[in-house]
């Protein structure tokens, strides 16, 4: 039950934590130099993914949402510091739709490095392929896909972090996601699942997923970092 438990809960909610600490500081960072708009200037492709994420998990898990803000001005009236944000609603006698919160609120984690990962496959495939190739990444490749691979795998990572709401979410349906690894942990002993097992069909994809967002993440920040000392604070 301890692996379990570590592979499904500790390891998704200890990695999102670290990730959206180092994204808020690089953030932080930007907003420096380039002032209170920073993230929507650098970042606003990556925050509407973050926010379709959260809608298309919603839908999902039978949720009603009812509204959906892609994109806004956080530092206006009434905005509340939110860059975007998916309103939806629930039926708490529903478990399903309880525990849905918890993927709900994590969907961003996902969805947004899935895009990335689809931006990788159709700008620049040789980092992906070039490990099993044995070609080097430059190899036909031109300047241009480089540039624009650079700038739309920046943007995507700038919104990686999870938001006070998002937390909330989370929060809201761990308890019933909880027990969803409870009844995991019981279905792997019925059927005799090794702990070896386990760890080489679920853990390492799961260990490597958390793990090489983190490396991602926090090498943008010391580039950002390195960076922005050549520029004034704002």
């Known amino acids: 039950m301890l692996l379990v438990g570590g592979l499904f ?15 808020t500081q690089t953030n932080q960072q930007l907003m420096r130099v380039f002032g209170r708009k920073a993230p929507i200037i650098f970042g606003w492709l990556g925050i509407i993914v973050h926010e379709g994420s959260h809608a298309l998990m919603a839908v999902i898990f039978g949720h009603k949402v009812d509204h959906i803000r892609w994109l806004q001005n956080p530092f206006t009236s009434n905005q509340d510091d939110r860059l975007g944000y998916v309103s939806h609603g629930w039926n708490p006698h529903n478990k399903v739709q309880q525990a ?6 994590m969907a961003p984690m996902f969805g947004v490095v899935l895009v990335g990962f689809l931006a990788t496959l159709g700008l620049w495939p040789q980092v992906i392929t070039a490990y099993q190739t044995g070609a080097s990444i430059w190899a036909q490749v031109t300047w241009w896909q480089v540039v624009i691979w650079l700038y739309v795998v920046t ?8 938001s006070r709401a998002d937390w909330q979410n989370i929060k809201a349906g761990l308890s019933w996601y909880i027990v969803f690894i409870s009844l995991v942990f019981i279905g792997l002993r019925l059927t005799h699942v090794s702990v070896a097992m386990l760890w080489q069909t679920v853990g390492l994809a799961i260990s490597i997923f958390f ?4 490396a991602i993440t ?5 580039l950002t970092i390195l960076l922005l000392q050549f520029l004034p604070s704002k």
Do not use: D
């Open 9 to 23: 809960l500790a390891i998704p909610l200890i990695g999102s934590a670290l990730i959206s600490v180092i994204t």
């Open 100 to 105: 849905g919160n918890f993927f709900i609120g």
């Open 155 to 162: 943007n995507l990572s700038l919104a990686l972090n999870l």
């Open 211 to 214: 793990g090489g967002v983190i």
């Open 218 to 222: 926090f090498v943008g920040y010391l």
